[in-house]
């Protein structure tokens, strides 16, 4: 397995610039960790490097994920790649928003340096409001958290990144953090768009035949440009925005639509975002956010990668690259999330093969 792994790191590097773990910045090497207790190794400790700011003079970059049970070593293999990738790791502060404090607890096990802040989400605030969806997993409480991260953050943290649990970032996230929210009179949300995609699919024949509804998306004062499809797993917020224009309460509004009036969209919490923000935010590059390695929400099949540069590689779909290395059926592309993973069985495992 190491030579194919090995082979595929440098086709990938060659071919979209993929820059996979470098170890340069770390304390240890990411193979030969501390044990941190039941369930994952001690990540190493994470220094800034030489060109970043005296510490606590420069900007720090705000990261915002939830903490569920069924996706924890997602999170923490994100979390471990952020780190990894970027020149002033000490720069980043992290915020969690948790249904359990165990789970906030395994975090700070494997990162004994982040002191992460942690948010205990009540389930109760949104369970009311969801709707079945095509895909259970889509309608966990906590995959709605981000609705009411403007709600949730302390005052001061004014922008945040959002990121799902089922990523890897292979780039400095800083260059994510820096995209400009104040240009063309100012966006609430920064992230990569596609037009190319049919945004039809996203919302039911009710909808679209109820001119009352699908008027929404018309351009106009609140709509200033083309609606297209947009991924709510990568993120960058303006917090401040956010809480000013109401969004929460916005998003809340086409969701109790489709609770108490009729069926509008099928996937979870996506189209409630598009529908009050598509048209509206502020693109990013789509080398920030490579989704769709999990596959369709059906079956989850493999998936190739698009054309061009990677930062960040996303399993969002049915799959989960732990989930597919646990039962040996691995597609080719979860051979790069499985060098952040810090599960200790999928250690003993790899030392095994």
């Known amino acids: 397995m190491a030579s194919s792994w090995a082979l595929l790191a440098a086709v990938l590097v060659a071919t979209y610039g993929v820059a996979v773990v470098s170890g340069t910045r770390a304390a240890a090497d990411a193979t030969r960790l501390p044990s941190s207790g039941p369930g ?3 990540a190493p400790a994470f220094r800034n490097g030489d060109g970043c700011p005296p510490r606590g003079a420069g900007e720090r970059v705000h990261i ?7 996706y924890l070593r997602g999170t923490i293999a994100a979390v471990f790649s952020i780190l990894q990738h970027t020149a002033c790791p000490e720069d980043v502060s992290f915020h969690f928003l948790a249904a359990r404090r165990r789970d906030a607890d395994a975090v700070r096990a494997t990162f004994p340096y982040l002191d992460p802040s942690v948010y205990l ?16 997993a889509l309608d966990q409480p906590l995959n709605y958290a981000r609705i009411y991260l403007a709600d949730t953050l302390p005052r001061a943290v004014r922008r945040v990144i959002y990121l799902d649990s089922d990523v890897v970032v292979v780039d400095d996230v800083r260059k994510l953090w820096s995209v400009d929210l104040d240009a063309g009179g100012g966006h609430v949300v920064a992230a ?4 190319h995609t049919n945004f039809t699919k996203y919302f039911t024949d009710a909808f679209w035949s109820d001119p009352r509804l699908s008027t929404t998306f018309r351009q106009g004062p609140h709509r200033r440009r083309r609606p297209c499809y947009f991924n709510t797993g990568v993120m960058v917020i303006d917090v401040a925005r956010w809480r000013a224009g109401g969004y929460s309460r916005r998003v809340e509004e ?16 996506l189209p409630p975002f598009l529908l009050v923000l598509a048209g509206e935010i502020m693109p990013v590059d789509h080398r920030w956010n490579q989704h769709g390695l999990g596959g369709d929400n059906a079956e989850g ?3 190739s990668l698009h ?6 590689l996303h399993w969002s779909g049915k799959g989960k690259p732990w989930l597919r290395l646990d039962t040996r059926k691995p597609c080719t592309v979860d051979y790069l999330w499985e060098p952040y993973d810090l599960y200790k069985a999928a250690a003993a495992t790899a030392i095994e093969e």
């Open 121 to 136: 989400f009540d389930p109760a605030r949104v369970s009311g409001r969801i709707s079945r969806s095509v895909r259970h």
């Open 307 to 312: 054309p061009g540069p990677i930062s960040l």
């Open 254 to 269: 086409w969701m109790a639509i489709q609770k108490e009036e009729k069926r509008i969209y099928s996937l979870g919490s």
């Open 301 to 303: 099949r493999c998936r």
């Open 64 to 70: 915002a994920m939830t903490l569920d049970a069924n």
């Open 40 to 42: 994952f190794r001690e």
């Open 192 to 195: 990569p768009e596609y037009c």
